[in-house]
């Protein structure tokens, strides 16, 4: 052993045996790089005078003011959130972003890991050493050490994820060696330009071997391939279908399910003859040439046409990763899957009944044909044992329409779905039914059923020696509890014991969201508010409801309507296509286009608007025509849900970058979308004439009584329009339809598919710094990266805005002591004592080192609940009288105050120009924040931006969300 590691060593020893002397850890840190370059020769220095130098170098964060976090209610997906493995389970804890570890004999938790926000799946590694977990919203995937003698035990040790420059041609696209990708052009491209995710929502785990991983992106469309031994994405593999969660590998194959996979329905246009059937009405003259959204003259069905592709099931080579084989028409909406050992695939999933009423042209249907049955409740079989896969095979969880269920008897939205290592038994969640059931995979009858908590969503599954099912682990995870379930006898399944996860969502929110999950809320209780809208999103699909026939001449049906998005409510009243429900403006809708209604709810009340949206559901949608008495769900219940829907956010920004900052395609995209018009669209060019700021939607559109709904989120909805009117698959060419359900493509044919707007769309700030959720491992094979080093300057630029609260968690590694430590005034200060602090440098060093590995992620402020909404900025005026383009401010020489309107602006906002906070101020022009008079605000800046030209200016709440991106010019 040579002098300096002996001495490097000695040191070491040194600080594991001064632990408790935590104040002095955070001043040795600069000496514990100079004794890690001992081996060097470049410094040698001792123990004992390593100590005497401590002492003279003590921190200086003494009483440093830690800032709380905030967790807002995401509703993220979930694939495969629980695992049982070597004596203990592993599970996500949404609402916590943490991973909660049980010790299965005790059943009770043993550890909390921190990883990215909103973890929703995970696996083991084949070999037992790692676990990892999938971020949706951090857009990563957390590597957990799970080696018992290793000094990372139980900690994260590495982060997958993938980053590229934004703003120009997308560089995750898939090429055609099935998505092998040029390594150099991408790590060109991240060096320069503004940077963003490409590993978008991640969902599913799974891996081929203990050198492979798959990861389900979700709104990427593609399956990531991972080398486990790189933590690099080394090829992607495109699913040509929407939104692909669920995977399993057995064997040498790999089973893939999209989620709105869609069940071939669309309006009944066509470019052809008219036959009555499939063909109703010509959708080049209705459609291409006149895009009548009131459907006057003619009759609109819902069909199901067989040109519609509805791919469901796919299967690759874990080998070679080739595609062997894809399966149609196994369900509509695909939540979870599992396979045997034979090959047969069992999925869970819920086949949308739209088309049952659909022909409310031709045939008056309306609400009475569906029968409060609005999906079929089934498992769907797949014998993909031989050399391709047969034709499914359905497992109807409850009786056919018009036979209903029992009382208490419906098991609604199969959800997770796992199977005893015998291949006998299946064992099921119905998350809206809060139960687990068990079937007999042969017959496929319902063995036993068993009550849980709300919402369960994961299953892991443990066999007895002989292959019976034994014990199953269940994720409640709206509840955000683990039942404790004994299978041995599945005709009798029983709840041992309720394991309670820490939770920090808001009391109300959480009421709130049991009720939409809650399939009480149908009459036949197979169905919830969730099941067409799912994760708060949308199904994609057209449904025939109690929408009104519109007063003109020439509307003589019900018309069909895409369904919208819950998310992102809260000040876009009213809700729905037609202008009705949760009106507190009055005037025209659909139903009196020319007259004008008065308010239904009040505006300073917004839950009474939403209130008259959950009681007009119940009492509509949600209840069957011939026994309904105003709708199931008490009155408290109502009240949290029309509370929840308040809460419910959009997700970050897709693509803005992790410094905050838009390309230059994305202000592009801002003037066309809002200022200068989509070119050669003519006199509807301008497409911020309707779909105003600050959310992009307008109230009480000029002309037809419509609404125009909210454009955030775009990139993530293919059907389109009303009635889906661009969605015709005679107006598809067979290349679209081949290449997959690019929203891009759809919306280009309205002419805002262009790609500055659609930068706009995947860039515009919905509420969170382009730093949130974003995330940094360091280690010894990090430290000194490119990568790293920007993407901590960005965050620790962010959290010095107050834009983030930067986090770190993980472990001194000699010292055998956790790390857990927050950003504050330029040094990372321990949260635990609030004494201790680092630099980044000391940090960097340690890890290259091998003495610290630490987790680095930009977390949320603590006003971020149903208490505190995003603010919104506009244009003068109110905001339900907005019409026509928008008029920008423009500062001349001299002048720096911008007047403006607002909304939930608090005292202390910060001010942000084109992604930097700068200083400045707000107030009211009248009044108090944040209650000002007629809403108007006056932002005052420090100074003039230096460039004159275009700007975007942004407010952020103290510890709070971030307004949307407001345009203003400088001369």
């Known amino acids: 052993m040579s002098r300096q590691t002996g001495n490097l060593q000695r040191c070491s020893a040194w600080l594991g045996s001064r632990v408790a002397r935590a104040a002095l850890l955070g001043g040795a840190l600069t000496l514990i790089v100079g004794v890690a370059q001992a081996e060097s020769g470049s410094l040698l220095t001792s123990p004992a005078l390593l100590e005497s130098l401590v002492e003279a170098a003590l921190p200086s964060s003494k009483g440093a003011v830690l800032a709380d976090v905030g967790y807002p209610t995401f509703m993220s997906p979930h694939a495969a959130p629980i695992a049982s493995r070597d004596g203990r389970v592993y599970v996500v804890n949404t609402p916590a972003d943490t991973v909660d570890v049980i010790d299965a004999s005790r059943r009770s938790i043993i550890a909390r890991i921190s990883v990215g926000i909103d973890p929703v799946g995970l696996a083991v590694r084949p070999d037992g050493s790692e676990l990892w977990v999938a971020n949706h919203v951090s857009d990563s995937v957390s590597v957990i050490d799970l080696e018992p003698t290793s000094a990372t035990f139980l900690q994260v040790v590495a982060t997958v994820q993938e980053f590229a420059r934004i703003g120009t041609k997308r560089a995750s696209s898939v090429d055609k060696d099935n998505g092998k990708r040029a390594s150099r052009s991408r790590a060109r491209k991240l060096r320069k330009g503004r940077q963003g995710t490409i590993f978008d929502e991640p969902v599913g785990i799974a891996f081929a071997s203990d050198e492979k991983a798959y990861v389900s992106l979700s709104s990427e469309s593609a399956i990531a391939v991972i080398s486990v031994r790189t933590r690099k994405v080394i090829r992607r593999l495109a699913i040509t279908a929407q939104d692909p969660r669920a995977l399993v590998v057995r064997g040498n194959r790999l089973y893939v399910i ?155 939205t199969p959800f997770a779905i796992q199977i005893s290592d015998d291949d006998s038994i299946l064992v099921v969640s119905a998350a809206s039914s809060d139960r687990l059931f068990t079937v007999d995979a042969t017959t496929g009858t319902v063995l036993g059923r068993v009550e849980v908590g709300a919402v369960p969503r994961g299953i892991a599954l443990e066999s007895t020696l002989s292959g019976g099912p034994s014990r199953a682990w269940v994720l409640n995870a709206v509840s955000n509890t683990v039942s404790v379930v004994d299978v041995s006898d599945p005709a009798d399944p029983r709840v041992s014991k309720t394991i309670r996860l820490q939770d920090p969502t808001h009391p109300v929110v959480k009421r709130g969201r049991m009720a939409f999950h809650d399939a009480g809320a149908s009459t036949t209780g197979t169905f919830s508010c969730e099941s067409c809208h799912p994760d708060g999103h949308t199904d994609q699909l057209l449904w025939v409801l109690d929408t009104p026939t519109c007063s003109v001449s020439g509307c003589t049906q019900i018309p069909p309507r895409t369904t919208m998005p819950a998310r992102g409510l809260r000040d876009t009243a009213p809700y729905h296509w037609d202008g009705i429900p949760g009106d507190p403006f009055g005037g025209r809708n659909t139903a009196n286009i020319n007259g004008g209604d008065p308010p239904n709810c009040t505006l300073d009340q917004p839950e009474s608007c939403t209130r008259f949206l959950v009681d007009a559901g119940l009492a509509s949608t949600m209840c069957k025509v011939d026994d309904c008495q105003g709708g199931e769900l008490s009155n408290a219940q109502r009240a949290d849900l029309a509370k ?208 610290f590995v630490g987790t680095f992620t930009g977390r949320l402020g603590a006003r971020v609940d149903l208490d505190h909404p995003q603010p919104g900025l506009w244009t003068g005026g109110a905001m339900q009288v907005q019409s026509g383009p928008a008029t920008f401010p423009t500062l001349a020489d001299g002048e720096t105050t911008l007047t403006l309107s607002g909304r939930h602006v608090r005292s202390g906002a910060h001010v942000i120009v084109d992604g930097r906070r700068v200083p400045g101020s707000v107030r009211c022009l009248n009044g108090t924040l944040p209650s000002c008079v007629g809403e108007t605000l006056l932002v005052e800046l420090g100074s003039r931006p230096a460039k004159a030209g275009l700007h975007f200016l942004q407010v952020q709440n103290p510890d709070g969300l971030f307004s949307n991106d407001f345009i203003f010019h400088t001369r």
């Open 258 to 412: 999209p989620f709105e996979s869609n069940n071939r329905t669309q309006i009944s246009g066509c470019a052809g003859p008219l036959d009555g059937d499939l063909c109703t009405f010509d959708a080049i003259e209705h459609v291409v040439r006149n895009n009548n959204v009131l459907s006057t003259g003619i009759d609109v069905d819902i069909v199901k046409h067989p040109r519609v592709p509805d791919r469901d099931l796919y299967v690759f080579d874990t080998g070679s990763d080739q595609l062997v084989d894809v399966v149609d028409t196994v369900g509509t909406l695909l939540y979870g899957l599992t396979v045997d050992s034979a090959g047969r695939v069992y999925v869970a999933q819920t086949d949308a009944r739209n088309d049952v009423n659909g022909r409310a042209g031709t045939l008056a249907h309306g609400l009475a044909e569906l029968q409060n049955r609005a999906f079929l409740n089934q498992i769907t079989r797949v014998d993909c044992g031989g050399g391709s896969c047969d034709a499914p095979e359905f497992i109807d969880l409850e009786p056919l329409p018009p036979v209903d269920p029992d009382p208490g008897m419906a098991l609604a």
């Open 644 to 851: 929840f829907l308040l809460s419910v956010p959009y997700p970050p920004a897709q693509r803005r970058s992790y410094d905050n900052r838009m390309s230059k395609t994305a202000a592009e995209g801002f003037e066309i979308f809002h200022i200068d018009g989509v070119p050669g669209r003519g006199a509807i060019a301008v497409c911020g004439a309707c779909h105003r700021m600050p959310f992009l939607v307008s109230t009480n559109t000029p002309g037809t009584g419509m609404e125009a709904p909210t454009w955030r989120g775009a990139y993530d909805r293919w059907l389109i329009l009303p009635q889906g009117r661009a969605n015709i698959v005679d107006l598809i060419s067979q290349s679209e339809l081949n290449a997959g359900f690019s929203a891009q493509r759809r919306w280009g044919v309205t002419g805002t598919g262009v790609e500055p707007v659609w930068n706009m769309v995947l860039e515009g700030s919905t509420g969170f710094s382009g730093s949130f959720a974003r995330q940094v491992t360091l280690n010894r094979d990090t430290a000194k990266k490119r990568l790293s080093r920007k993407l901590l300057k960005a965050l620790e630029m962010s959290a010095s805005e107050g834009g983030i609260v930067l986090e770190s968690d993980g472990v001194f590694i000699d010292a055998a002591r956790p790390a857990t430590l927050q950003f504050v005034e330029g040094r990372y200060v321990d949260k635990e004592t609030g004494l201790d602090s680092f630099t980044r440098a000391d940090l960097v060093d340690l890890a290259a080192a091998g003495l």
